[in-house]
């Protein structure tokens, strides 16, 4: 029986098939069609092969064709025809393919392929080959990750507090980490109450910028781009601030540090800078009675200390300094102790500590509220300041500890320190976090308040049967919530979630540590009031 005679329709190439032709019936092309014409479908009997997109209603009324297009998927219209089989897609092929069965054959008329064996899986993965998308000698990206209250723009992402474009709608909460865009690598981060620092250890001009409130100029004066003689007393982007350097393209930035609503900032070379309200003398000058800070120009540079300082930290309402001798200096407000110089006077000048860290190296100082810490090089653990919530309550029956005392816990050798507004936590040489004070303190809702460290088991904080090795390497606070770094990059988060600051995108309180979604190694963390800013290496 002779074969039926091929009908080729559309325009690529299909007029070029090799093969005995003289029983073809060409149609078109004119132009360029991909679709078959009324007439040509009223034919019988013929196997078509087009680059069809689709069957018209005329197409698939016909019994009996046999079609081979590149098609995409049927209409119901079409898969109820009799008799009607589909081969796709070919774009063109050779040979005298009119005398081709249409059963059996795959895509592009290849035959059916036999199940392989497992060797030959085997094989077939072993000489397969290796892509790598990155090359060895790619660098991974710093980055800085932002979450928690936007409004007052402690975030610097402007479009959250003033939308950009009109289908934005303005952000009151940001309740996972969103990615900051900052030019040059951030090596320090600080949260004060409701503003943020950050700086970078480039010796360009510009070495630190600020966002956020700035009502008491603790960004530095940031002046309004209307009247240059007024200053913004909100700043929604990261804004450069101007430091009075005496050799500002040589001179780095080590660290910096916020407070209630004044500023600190530490350099390799020049010392100590500060800013911001000083009615306490926490900026280390003398109390000015009166003084406007808003909108003020001074930024104060430190001197009082004997040796070079090597860590700056801010409480609510005073400042804490650690020399390279392993010396402590504090000054401002003292009603809780918080000076530790043994008195409950305001301090306007930095003063050394005395009392059980008189010549001890203390190689750590920690606070925040108005409690605080010290870690000595033997892993020795003092304590100072307000104990309204069991902080000191080890040592004391009182509310207030005005001196350094040394306490007693038996918890090993302490690596690092942290302390909050309610509660404190540590590392110990193990890598193990013990926690005390009261609030959240991440043991659960049964253990609100201990005047003892507790331990809060490692598994919470990456270390399973697989990674026994796991351990956390250092530990933060901000005035409610807890942040425990592990040696892995992770960032584990738990305490008072208020206006979303812990990142775990819901707004309920975390009663365990929870793990942090960033892309990246965690390298710092700087906790806040209600915001929190991360230091990242990218993964890649």
Partial sequence: MAPAPLLLAGGRGW????????????LGPRGSRRGL?????????????????????????????????????????????????????????????????????????????????SREVREAEDSAPVFQYVGERSKRKDRVFVW??????????????????????RRRI?????????????????CGYGFTLISSKTTDITKVWGMGLNKDSQLGFQRSRKDQTKGYEYVLEPSPIPLPLDAPQETRILQVSCGRAHSLILTDKEGVFSMGNNSYGQCGRK?????????????????????????????????LFRTERGEVYSCGWGADGQTGLGHYNITSA???????????????VATYGDSCLAVSDEGDLFGWGNSEYMQLASITETTQVNVPRHLPFEIGKVKDAACGGTGSAVVNEEGHVFVWGYGILGK????????????????????????????VSRVRCGLGQFAALNDRGELFVWGKN?????????????????????????VDVACGVDHMVTLVKSFV
């Avoid at 009166?290 to 930290?313: A, N, P, W």
């Fill in 15 to 26: 007029q070029r098939l090799l093969g005995p032709q003289a029983e073809l019936l060409v």
């Fill in 37 to 117: 014409l009324g007439s040509q479908v009223a034919q019988k009997g013929l196997q078509v092969l087009a680059p069809q997109r689709r069957i018209g209603g005329s197409l698939v009324a016909q019994k009996g064709p046999k079609v081979l297009l590149p098609q995409r998927g049927l209409l119901g219209s079409q898969v109820a025809q009799r008799e009607l089989q589909t081969l796709g897609p070919q774009r063109g092929s050779l040979g005298p393919q009119r005398e081709l069965p249409l059963q059996g054959l795959s895509r592009g008329f290849a035959k059916v392929a036999r199940p392989r064996s």
């Fill in 148 to 169: 928690g209250f936007c409004n007052a723009g402690a975030l610097g992402i402007p479009s959250f507090v003033k939308p950009d474009a009109g289908w934005k709608k």
């Fill in 174 to 190: 940001q309740p996972t980490p969103y990615r900051l865009d900052t030019a040059e690598k951030i090596s320090s981060a600080a």
């Fill in 287 to 319: 109390v000015t009675e009166g003084e406007m800070y808003s909108e003020s120009h001074l930024i104060h540079r430190l001197r009082e200390f004997d040796g070079r300082v090597v860590q700056i930290v801010c409480g609510q309402d005073h400042s």
């Fill in 350 to 364: 930095p003063t050394k500590l005395g009392g059980d860290v008189a010549g001890v190296n203390i190689i750590q």
């Fill in 444 to 471: 659960g809702p049964n253990l609100m308040e201990t005047a003892t460290p507790e331990m809060i088991p490692p598994t919470l904080f990456g270390s399973t049967d697989f990674s026994p090795d796991t351990r």
């Fill in 498 to 522: 208020i206006r979303g600051c812990l990142g775990i995108g819901r707004m309920e309180d975390q009663y365990f540590p929870w793990r942090v979604t960033i892309p990246g190694e965690v």
